[in-house]
């Protein structure tokens, strides 16, 4: 069983940054894969990055360069830091972690205004 806390959404100004993390109860380092989605209201939702215990990044083309994951082993901790952000990117952020099932966070809201 793997619990998920994320935390760090809130409001910010377009052009600016904003880091989430999120708190896993389990060992970071032990989990193959852990994501963060983000989600609008009546769209689906759309994964926004991909770490793996292997060291492997994957971007979705929308936040690539603009959007990092990073992995703290220490304190069991996958972060997403965001910069430029744009109001498209107003959403509310998961974190996932798949370790033989997935596993959700309760999200997390982003509102970024113009």
């Known amino acids: 069983q793997v619990q998920l806390v994320e935390s760090g959404g809130g409001l910010v100004q377009a052009g600016g940054s904003q880091r989430l993390s999120c708190v896993a109860s389990?060992?970071?380092?032990?989990?193959?894969?852990m994501r963060w989605y983000r989600q609008v209201p009546g769209k689906q939702r759309e994964l926004v990055a991909t770490?793996?215990?292997?060291?492997?990044?994957i971007y979705a083309n929308s936040v690539k360069g603009r959007f990092t994951i990073s992995r703290d082993n220490g304190k069991n901790s996958v972060y997403l830091q965001m910069s430029s952000l744009q109001p498209e990117d107003t959403a509310v952020y998961y974190c996932?972690?798949?370790?033989?099932?997935?596993?959700w966070g309760q999200g997390t809201q982003v509102t970024v205004s113009s």
């Open positions: 996932y972690a798949l370790r033989v099932q997935p596993y």
């Open positions: 389990g060992i970071v380092s032990s989990i193959p894969v």
């Open positions: 770490s793996t215990n292997g060291g492997t990044t």
